[in-house]
T-cell receptor, first 112, second 109 residues
Framework: IAGITQAPTSQILAAGRRMTLRCTQDMRHNAMYWYRQDLGLGLRLIHYSNTAGTTGKGEVPDGYSVSRANTDDFPLTLASAVPSQTSVYFC???????????FGPGTRLTVL | RKEVEQDPGPFNVPEGATVAFNCTYSNSASQSFFWYRQDCRKEPKLLMSVYSSGNEDGRFTAQLNRASQYISLLIRDSKLSDSATYLCVVNSNDYKLSFGAGTTVTVRA
């Protein structure tokens, strides 16, 4: 089934640990995005990639890094998790920045 | 000022009612506008794009007012299944879309 997959579905993590959230799409979309969603704040862009090999910082990039080695995968890494990174993380993709974005099912992350 | 602002609601309406709500955006150069729907912290899904001339999709009507910088969504003949959070989405610059925090609609039997 075409779409976006994310892993893990949920995770509880100790503060200070390193964590990589995985995102894979099979729609051959050029652009991919990572958002976090917190109550009352809506979706906030963490990092984006307009095409394989390029990445950019979004609205809230601090504490996160991404890579885009190929078209399909866009992992998000928390180098040293902190409790304020407790959130629901959504990966999305689109043909281009202005097109409809398709979202993965999300990863619910709790940092203790 | 937030790039996209929405009335969080909730709008609590009976089945069959009409409900409408707006979203304002700050960037007058914005070109792309969308309404997304999100159920219970599941992933957002596109409901409809919003075109300059306004557009309908079944019971849903979207309007764009560039002069006042807002978009609207109207739901006619509300169904229980319309209960959700509706996200207003606007392109804010040349690389990303900005999402509103959402308007919650609850349709009661």
């Amino acid at each position: 089934i075409a779409g976006i997959t994310q892993a893990p579905t949920s995770q509880i993590l100790a503060a200070g640990r390193r964590m990589t959230l995985r995102c894979t799409q099979d729609m051959r979309h050029n652009a991919m995005y990572w958002y976090r969603q917190d109550l009352g704040l809506g979706l906030r862009l963490i990092h984006y990639s307009n095409t394989a090999g390029t990445t950019g910082k979004g609205e809230v990039p601090d504490g996160y890094s991404v890579s885009r080695a190929n078209t399909d995968d866009f992992p998000l890494t928390l180098a040293s998790a902190v409790p304020s990174q407790t959130s629901v993380y959504f990966c999305a993709s689109s043909d281009s920045w202005a097109d409809t974005q398709y979202f993965g099912p999300g990863t619910r992350l709790t940092v203790l | 000022r937030k790039e996209v602002e929405q009335d969080p609601g909730p709008f609590n309406v009976p089945e069959g009612a009409t409900v409408a709500f707006n979203c304002t955006y700050s960037n007058s150069a914005s070109q792309s506008f969308f309404w997304y729907r999100q159920d219970c912290r599941k992933e957002p899904k596109l409901l409809m794009s919003v075109y300059s001339s306004g557009n309908e999709d079944g019971r849903f009507t979207a309007q764009l007012n560039r002069a006042s910088q807002y978009i609207s969504l109207l739901i006619r003949d509300s169904k229980l299944s319309d209960s959700a959070t509706y996200l207003c989405v606007v392109n804010s610059n040349d690389y990303k879309l900005s999402f509103g925090a959402g308007t919650t609609v609850t349709v009661r039997a």
